[in-house]
């Protein structure tokens, strides 16, 4: 265990309960603007569906949907995700650790992505991203071949100069907050 990524995981924790809901809303907000101008150009996106403890996606999900965009989100499946495709919200209900997932489970083949948004509770300056703790994205990430832009989306508050990346960590390309683009 890297009792860096836990103490970080805690702070960022404890400073989440310091923003009020409103402002979340407004960088959250300027941060989808932002991607959504990133991904214009690409077809196949997989996104994470947000959770109330991450910048939200459902601007960007509905977009992608409204434009024909093949939309693809994650489903936890017995300790893995699986990339799942969808083609309206009304296709996700509460899963695993009370996430929106999709209901199906028909995988979708994650070699025809072009880029995954990707959550974290942190990320560094080098790329890195610390998630809740179990794993689930890191195994994604590992299998992802390399062409696949991935984008991690962050308040500015979580990102952090600390070292605290894993041999299995894998970086992001870009990291999206309010505040600036770290590439």
């Known amino acids: 265990m890297n009792l860096t990524k836990t103490k970080l995981r805690g702070r960022i924790k404890r400073v989440f309960e310091l923003y009020p809901k409103e402002t979340l809303n407004v960088c959250g907000d300027i941060i989808q603007n932002k991607v959504l101008e990133i991904i214009r150009p690409y077809k196949v996106i997989m996104s ?3 959770t109330p403890r991450e910048v939200t996606t459902f601007k960007i999900l509905e977009k992608v949907l409204e434009e024909d965009k093949v939309l ?9 995700i699986i990339a799942v495709r969808i083609k309206n919200l009304e296709e996700l209900s509460l899963g695993a ?3 929106l997932e999709p209901k199906s489970s028909s995988p979708f083949d994650i070699s025809e992505l072009e880029v995954i948004i ?3 509770i942190a990320f560094n300056t080098n ?3 610390i998630g809740h703790g179990g794993g689930h994205f890191d195994k994604l990430l590992k299998f992802l071949p390399p062409y696949i ?3 991690g989306l962050a308040y500015d508050f979580q990102v952090v100069e600390e070292e605290f990346e894993d041999q299995w960590d894998k970086k992001m390309n870009i990291i999206i907050t309010e505040k600036r683009r770290i590439e």
Do not use: C
């Not at 693809?72 to 893995?80: E, G, S, T």
């Open 48 to 50: 994470y569906v947000s």
């Open 72 to 80: 693809v989100v994650p489903k936890v499946v017995q300790d893995n």
């Open 97 to 99: 650790f009370n996430v």
């Open 118 to 120: 990707v959550p974290g």
């Open 127 to 129: 790329l890195h991203r």
């Open 149 to 151: 832009l991935k984008i």
